[in-house]
């Protein structure tokens, strides 16, 4: 006899019974909720700051040099950008690791989510993370004026470290995307 599905698509197997020490492991994915949860707390921090960095910058327009609000503006991006970059680890990780979130159909579904595993996950927050070290590569070099003088935050040698940090994260996105590759063709390989 067969169980109807959720879905309704059609007949679906009861699930089998798993022994003690199985279901132990199996289920402590579930101790990773916290963890979720914490992130959507962080992302609430991020809305926060989000909202102090945007009334500085509304309130104080007319007093700011295009450099400044150029500033202010990139410090906004960098905000949204690790928020998303929060969005992609909370939904993504949860979905690979911890239990399916049954999206399917509804209109807000991330279209990534669909074929999101733990090796398209790492390359994606590769990706965020190049894109953040951007941002903060761009803010220092808008700054590279004030080297030298007494209001530069930073050093010539602070800038060539965050340039070589800034790499060493595109080598290892690279690095990681061609593992993936190299993974995926082993795996088609052995298929055939």
């Given amino acids: 006899m067969s169980v109807e599905s959720e879905t309704g698509t059609g007949p679906r197997l009861p699930s089998p019974r798993l022994r003690a020490l199985p279901m132990v492991i199996f289920g402590s994915r579930w101790l990773q909720l916290p963890l979720y949860l914490g992130l959507i707390v962080a992302q609430c921090v991020y809305i926060a700051l989000f909202v102090k960095e945007l009334w500085h910058l509304s309130w104080h327009a007319v007093d700011l040099t295009e450099q400044?609000?150029?500033?202010?503006?990139?410090?906004?991006?960098?905000?949204?950008?690790?928020?998303?970059?929060?969005?992609?680890?909370?939904?993504g990780g949860y979905e690979t690791f911890v239990s399916r979130l049954d999206l399917q159909g509804h209109p807000d579904e991330p279209e990534w989510l669909g074929h999101v595993n733990a090796s398209v996950l790492k390359i994606k927050l590769a990706m965020a993370i190049i894109g953040i070290s951007s941002i903060a590569l761009l803010r220092t070099f808008i700054e590279a004026g004030n080297l030298g003088s007494d209001r530069a935050g930073f050093t010539e040698t602070g800038v060539m470290w965050q340039v070589l940090i800034h790499i060493t994260f595109v080598v290892s996105a690279i690095g990681i995307a061609f593992v993936d590759k190299l993974s995926d063709n082993g795996l088609r390989r052995h298929a055939e």
């Fill in 68 to 91: 400044q609000i150029m500033m202010s503006v990139l410090a906004l991006i960098d905000v949204v950008m690790i928020s998303n970059l929060l969005v992609m680890v909370i939904v």
